[in-house]
């Protein structure tokens, strides 16, 4: 199978504070209405910020990952035979009571104990891979996914993500003074004060044509090219003028055979963060040249905050409901331009779609960069 043939996404399955299932999430987004209130599930007296969007039941990460795997499995009709075949990569950093602990201890196991749990469970028969890789870990899990099936060493993969919003991560996010004090995601807009955590779980099916083809698989979206740069600058911030995002927007582009101009839509990293969003504009600046302020951009971290190593996969599900839909998603918090990101904010209302093709963008902590170019059926 060439590199280039697209790979199908065959079945998703999304959960986050704005519901259970793709359709709250398309609607969730579409809506535009933020998630966040104040956390209820642990105690935050005492922190600077007291809110994050999360649900207000939800099950232990291993069981919530279990039943989107399992919906995600079943939305792309897989049966037993098909699920034996598949793999699973697996993101997340597991986090406290992912499994029952022997003895009912408070260590929680090693993340790749959940992923083969999560095997075992869903009747997933191939090998399983884990990733850790902060807020690329799900974006970094569908590209070698589509690496590997796109050269033809595996039909079928079954991507897998989970953050629940837990204490840990909380405190460690609060006394950096990374959460946004007024309670708002404001992403490229002036006056953004920080990023805001999100609960994600999120399953994602993905074949290669001729698998799909095989089976008459339901086809949601084609992830037609990725691609992953590093920018080894600074531990914690990006490269000012976004080398390293750029970098990877061009691979992306290159691997799909698609001009820039082709392009329809970004849904962009951006956390609302200061600094990082301004190196993220200056990224498509780099890529678009005199276009990247005619190109609708937004970050539905606006919505459904933050959710580190599952934030790829719930947006690459946003891109592609939307794009499906034919609506782009608004930037949620908006307060007014910023002369350092000079792009066209969706900002009022959701626009029609202009294009089946959309790039969805993230980046991490070292440096880490990735884009999904997808293509709507």
Known sequence: MAEREHLRITGVHAVSALGRGADALLAGVLAGAPAFLPVRRFDTTGRRVTVAATLPEVGTLADELTDAVDRACRAAGLDRTHRAGAELFLATHGG????????GGDTAPEVPALAGHLARRCGLGGRTRTYTTACVSASTAVADAATLIGRGDLDRVVVAAGYLVEPDQYALFDAGRALAADGAVRPFSAGRK??????AVVAVVLESARAAAARGAPTVATVAGWGRAGDAYHPCQPHPEGHGLARAVEAALRRAGLP????????????GTPYSDASE???LGRVFGAVAGRI???????????????????????TVL??????????????GPDDTCPLDVITDAPRPAPTPHALTLNAAFG?????????AP
């Open 96 to 103: 406290p009571h992912s499994l029952p602990t022997p003895g």
């Open 194 to 199: 920080g990023l805001l955590l999100g609960d």
């Open 260 to 271: 820039a101009a082709a392009v329809g839509y970004v849904n962009a990293n951006a956390t």
């Open 281 to 283: 504009a200056a990224a």
């Open 296 to 318: 609708p951009v937004s970050s539905t971290k606006s919505v459904h905050g933050h959710a580190l190593e599952a934030s790829g996969l719930l947006e690459l599900v946003v």
């Open 322 to 335: 939307t794009l499906g839909h034919g609506k782009l998603p608004v930037n949620a918090g908006w307060l």
């Open 367 to 375: 440096g880490a960069n990735t884009a999904l170019l997808v293509s």
